[in-house]
């Protein structure tokens, strides 16, 4: 079974910065492609990045483009995303996902985990 | 403002069959499959369908996925009171390199 869990969520100050982690088991790590999707209070789903298997290629939408880094520890079946300059539109549950199906079906996800960017 | 657009509720009757809309562009839904998620309040999404019509292993066969053109369509057969959610609809979008979702759409079981 596919297990997938975040930690790291926090209350951060407006400009500040914060790491999440992402622990992956029941699967071929390696080679598995992981992405991040964050939700905002009561609103809808919007995709922050994407990280490849093999290789580690990375994308990422144009509102975190320069300011998140998603990277990955295959030794440890980790993924990180790094958040810079955090705002408070950044604020929302951050959810990290198995992507099954290139480019981006997400199969597996985590319970997810909370940022709060407070002024 | 998202790319993908999804009316923000949908209703119907238990038994009924409900179809829900999903409408992209040339450069999202005109060109890369479409995934549809359920999510339930307070839980994380769940795929439902994905490559259009695909349904991963323990989804029923009541849901199922459709696309033509630029629009995509999710549709509910035999409607369960369990199936009141919050429904989304997701792409590649080769022009902003990522993925895009729709609004969502509230499905409520009447």
């Known amino acids: ?40 209070p009561g609103k809808g789903l919007e995709w922050v990045a994407r990280i490849k298997g093999g290789g580690g290629t990375t994308d990422y939408p144009a509102p975190v483009n320069g300011r998140f880094t998603i990277s990955r520890d295959d030794s440890k079946n980790m ?23 290139d480019p981006g079906a ?12 407070s002024s | 403002q998202s790319v993908l657009t999804q009316p923000p509720s949908a209703s119907g009757t238990p038994g009924q069959r409900v179809t829900i809309s999903c409408s992209g562009g040339s450069s999202n839904i005109g060109s890369n499959t479409v995934d549809w998620y359920q999510q339930f309040p307070g839980t994380a999404p769940k795929l439902l369908i ?8 323990g989804v029923p066969d009541r849901f199922s996925g459709s696309k033509s053109g630029t629009s995509a ?22 022009s902003l390199n990522g993925v895009v979702f729709g609004g969502g759409t509230k499905l409520t079981v009447l």
């Open chain 2, 73 to 94: 369509s999710l549709a509910i057969s035999g409607l369960q009171s369990e199936d009141e959610a919050d429904y989304y609809c997701a792409a590649w979008d080769g």
């Open chain 1, 1 to 40: 079974e596919v297990q997938v869990v975040e930690s790291g969520g926090d209350l951060v100050k407006s400009g500040g910065s914060l790491r999440l982690s992402c622990a992956v088991s029941g699967l071929s790590f390696s080679h598995a492609w992981m992405s991040w999707v964050r939700q905002a």
């Open chain 2, 50 to 57: 994905y490559k259009n019509n695909q349904r991963p292993s």
């Open chain 1, 79 to 101: 993924v990180y995303l790094q958040m810079n300059s955090l705002q408070i539109e950044d604020t929302a549950v951050y959810y990290c996902t198995h992507i099954i199906v």
């Open chain 1, 106 to 117: 997400a199969g597996h996800w985590g319970q997810g985990t909370l940022v709060t960017v």
